[in-house]
């Protein structure tokens, strides 16, 4: 890295002239690179009172709540399911979320990150749903069994491809290719990419969905500082009030009748009363393994999941640099990258043993709820992941919550997921921003990484099938998944410029010299700090695993 203030050059001999120093024009305050956010009151092995821990414990687990229902009212009626078939499956994406953040907050990446369900396995699960619906069944929910099975068998055999790629450390090694001029576009891309589900989904009903972000950015922003008590609780808890104000003004309009006489798809986002899981969801009901069944196994789906696994390893890697970044930790090292994949390997193999209708990432929306709430402690992750199993266990209790409009959660994630991408252009400022090289490389990794993806994406809903469309099935099921994915491309564009243009002779203006200390285990003290193991197992597992 390049230093922003050099330290001052030897007063010359007396015999010379003093040398000549050019006026600088515009000077101004010089912001110089600092590796951790010091605006963030509680980093992630500092732990705000109890109650704090438990209210925000909670708020992460209605945060991430969103992202399940959307994904499983997308997918479960196409697969024949029935309003009590979304119940159980978003019970169970409830259950397997919260073990796998569990996993991965102790022996994991160890960062305060919440495992979710990705939307990168739509596609596939899509040609699932095809090739399923065109065979003949007794009735629909028959149909909906067989095809959550098939992605059940999928699922296990293609989660074995993140297995492999972490605990062979091969996607460490990957990760070493990486540099601050890499990491800017995956972030940005990580939380920009996603904004197909922040204002459209806003937009399917302005009226609920608007006021929330308004008053969000109000409350969360102005408010706190009318007062310095007012501050405390506005900056960490507003979230909780806006979810709350709102839900009560939707309730209000569903019961005066202000949707009676609306098309029915306005009926569906806007009324507080159309999920039907309250009525549909068990009182208690305990997610057990092939609760659906045994899994088929079919090779052409499980080659063509494999696709989304990888996509899903790439999400994780760029949520967990924010992640860090928002946590006051130091840039995940090479081999935590590589083992916390490898569990993200192990938690998809559960998810499909549990059958859940989709593997899981690293969760963008509650990595940016760090930032809003300047929280990034572990242990409240750890804390929420109890509310998530309570939820799928005792169903009606979590259909209350999730029954929260959809237009709700995207306004928050409005500003979650813009949160993650400007935390992205932070790692700009340990390279050399006046290097056209690094500009160039920068600017066509984040415009490929969100145009490429937005063609594949008009191409599917415009053909009904992505832009490769091949007899082979699963081959087309893994270009489309690929493409489809915002930090996928723009990994794959940043990490091959940046390693051919000029590599060798531009390292600091990559700013390698002070990236590399971060790659490597023992480089910097501070990655046992953070990223330690709570017990003491490197006598009982090779340390080349871990």
């Known amino acids: 890295m390049v230093e922003t203030n050099p330290p001052p050059a030897m007063a010359p001999p007396a015999t010379q002239p003093p040398p000549l120093v050019p006026h600088m024009v515009g000077t101004?305050?010089?912001?110089?690179?600092?590796?951790?956010?010091?605006?963030?009151?509680?980093?992630?092995?500092?732990?705000?009172?109890?109650?704090?821990?438990?209210?925000?414990?909670f708020l992460h687990y209605i945060v991430m709540l969103g992202s399940i229902v959307m994904y499983s009212t997308s997918l479960v009626p196409l697969m024949g399911g029935n309003h009590g078939d979304k119940a159980r499956v978003i019970q169970t994406f409830l259950f397997m979320s919260g073990v796998n953040t569990l996993l991965q907050t102790f022996i994991g990446s160890r960062l305060p990150t919440v495992m979710n369900a990705s939307f990168a396995f739509a596609i596939p699960v899509m040609s699932i749903i095809r090739d399923f619906s065109m065979r003949a069944y007794d009735d629909e929910h028959q149909r909906f069994v067989h095809t959550i099975r098939a992605i059940q068998g999928a699922l296990i055999v293609s989660s074995f491809l993140n297995i492999i790629i972490g605990y062979s450390t091969a996607w460490g090694k990957y990760s070493k290719y990486f540099s601050p001029v890499i990491i800017v576009p995956i972030?940005?891309?990580v939380g920009l990419g996603l904004f197909g589900r922040g204002f459209p989904q806003v937009g399917k009903c302005v009226e609920i969905g608007l006021p929330m972000l308004i008053l969000l950015v109000i409350l969360q922003q102005y408010t706190k500082k009318i007062h310095e008590r007012a501050y405390f609780l506005f900056e960490r808890f507003s979230l909780l009030?806006?979810?709350?104000?709102?839900?009560?003004?939707?309730?209000?309009?569903?019961?005066?009748?202000?949707?009676?006489?609306?098309?029915?798809?306005?009926?569906?986002?806007?009324?507080?009363?159309?999920?039907?899981?309250?009525?549909?969801?068990?009182?208690?009901?305990?997610?057990?393994p092939f609760q659906w069944g045994p899994p088929i196994f079919t090779a052409s789906h499980s080659f063509g999941m494999m696709g989304a696994v990888l996509v899903s390893a790439v999400e994780s890697t760029g949520a967990h640099y924010a992640a860090a970044r928002l946590a006051g930790a130091t840039p995940p090292p090479a081999h935590v990258l590589s083992r916390s994949i490898g569990l993200q390997g192990i938690g998809m193999l559960l998810e499909g043993i549990f059958g859940t209708a989709a593997g899981s990432t690293a969760s963008v929306e509650n990595i940016g709820f760090l930032g809003l709430?300047?929280?990034?402690?572990?242990?409240?992750?750890?804390?929420?992941?109890?509310?998530?199993?309570?939820?799928?266990?005792?169903?009606?209790?979590?259909?209350?919550?999730?029954?929260?409009?959809?237009?709700?959660?995207?306004?928050?994630?409005?500003?979650?997921?813009?949160?993650?991408?400007a935390v992205g252009i932070s790692f700009a400022q340990f390279a050399n921003n006046n290097s056209l090289r690094n500009l160039y490389i920068l600017g066509l990794s984040l415009f490929l990484g969100v145009s490429v993806p937005q063609y594949f994406n008009e191409y599917t809903a415009s053909a009904g099938h992505g832009p490769a469309k091949s007899n082979a099935g699963w081959f087309n099921d893994i270009l489309n998944?690929?493409?489809?994915?915002?930090?996928?491309?723009?990994?794959?564009?940043?990490?091959?410029?940046?390693?051919?243009?000029?590599a060798s002779t531009a390292s600091d203006d990559r700013g390698l010299s002070w990236w590399r200390r971060f790659q490597y285990r023992k480089e910097d003290t501070r990655n046992d700090e953070f990223y330690s193991f709570p017990i003491k197992v490197h006598e009982m597992i090779p340390t080349r695993y871990l």
């Open 187 to 189: 972030v940005c891309v």
């Open 28 to 57: 101004g305050v010089i912001h110089t690179p600092n590796e951790q956010l010091h605006t963030l009151q509680f980093c992630v092995h500092s732990n705000p009172s109890w109650p704090q821990v438990l209210v925000l414990s």
């Open 481 to 502: 998944t690929i493409f489809s994915s915002a930090p996928t491309v723009a990994m794959l564009v940043g990490t091959l410029l940046d390693n051919t243009l000029d």
């Open 373 to 421: 709430t300047r929280v990034g402690s572990r242990r409240v992750v750890q804390i929420s992941t109890a509310f998530m199993i309570f939820f799928s266990i005792f169903g009606k209790f979590g259909a209350i919550f999730a029954s929260i409009p959809l237009p709700i959660f995207a306004a928050i994630y409005c500003v979650l997921f813009g949160l993650v991408a």
């Open 241 to 288: 009030l806006c979810i709350v104000i709102v839900w009560s003004f939707a309730a209000i309009l569903t019961a005066g009748g202000a949707y009676n006489h609306v098309p029915e798809k306005t009926k569906q986002h806007c009324r507080t009363d159309r999920s039907y899981l309250i009525s549909s969801a068990p009182w208690i009901k305990f997610p057990y």
